[in-house]
């Protein structure tokens, strides 16, 4: 298993610019999420989602939309890139259901926005 | 709602000594919780859990035990190593409606262990 793989690793924007941040597994699992980290502010939740179809919103939605058509693919899309989403993005995972089941995370993008 | 506060840190340690990592927590349902690890450079991974009361969560020397008197999660270590420098952020998972049991973490504490 591959696990959680994220694309791109690295990337730098220029202010109003677009992207997808792609995010896969291979574990089959119902549950999907999106958080962004940045220093002093810990893991905030962007947007998850329970199952293929169906997405919501986290603590810090604006500005990123999201959609889920299949179980293995969760993009984060940024329409219009800002400063302010200079951040290391995280992809995640988890079986739905189970209050006690493990969240798997991808390595990470780290997005700067000029 | 549901909130986690750990100790933010940084914490600067000497090889072999004791680690205390303090985390309380509150839940509006009877939560899981979890210790995860991110090390320079990566994505988080779980170091351990526990699911129920009085339940001690072990891994790599690494245990946390669930008070929930307390509404606690320390985490805990006899013997530090420099390969264990890292963020370890504590977290919850707890029923949000119905079966959908989303995942709150804590800031994160930076640790660094020197030779």
């Known amino acids: 298993n591959a696990g959680v793989t994220q694309t791109p690793k690295f990337q730098v924007l220029k202010t109003g610019q677009s992207m997808t941040l792609q995010c896969a597994q291979d574990?089959?699992?119902?549950?999907m999420s999106w958080y962004r980290q940045d220093p002093g502010m810990g893991l905030r939740l962007i947007h998850y989602?329970?199952?293929?179809?169906?997405?919501d919103q986290g603590e810090v939605p604006n500005g990123y939309n999201v959609s889920r058509s299949t179980t293995e693919d969760f993009p984060l899309r940024l329409l219009s890139a800002a400063p302010s989403q200079t951040s290391v993005y995280f992809c995640?995972?988890?079986?739905?259901?189970?209050?006690?089941?493990?969240?798997?995370f991808g390595p990470g993008t780290r997005l700067t926005v000029t | 709602g549901n909130s986690v506060t750990q100790m933010e840190g940084p914490v600067t340690l000497s090889e072999e000594a004791f680690l205390t990592i303090n985390c309380t927590y509150t839940?509006?349902?009877?939560?899981?919780l979890f210790w995860y690890v991110q090390y320079p450079g990566e994505g988080l991974q779980l170091l351990l859990k526990?699911?129920?009361?009085?339940d001690k969560g072990s891994n790599k020397g690494f245990e946390a035990t669930y008070r929930k008197e307390t509404t606690s999660f320390h985490l805990e270590k006899g013997s530090v190593q420099v390969s264990d420098s890292a963020v370890y952020f504590c977290?919850?998972?707890?029923?949000?409606?119905?079966?959908?049991?989303?995942?709150?973490f804590g800031k994160g504490t930076l640790l660094t262990v020197n030779p």
């Open positions: 574990m089959n699992h119902e549950y």
């Open positions: 989602s329970v199952g293929a179809g169906i997405t």
């Open positions: 526990a699911t129920k009361a009085d």
């Open positions: 977290a919850l998972s707890d029923d949000v409606g119905g079966s959908n049991y989303k995942l709150t």
């Open positions: 839940a509006t349902g009877y939560p899981s």
């Open positions: 995640a995972s988890r079986l739905g259901g189970q209050r006690f089941s493990e969240q798997y």
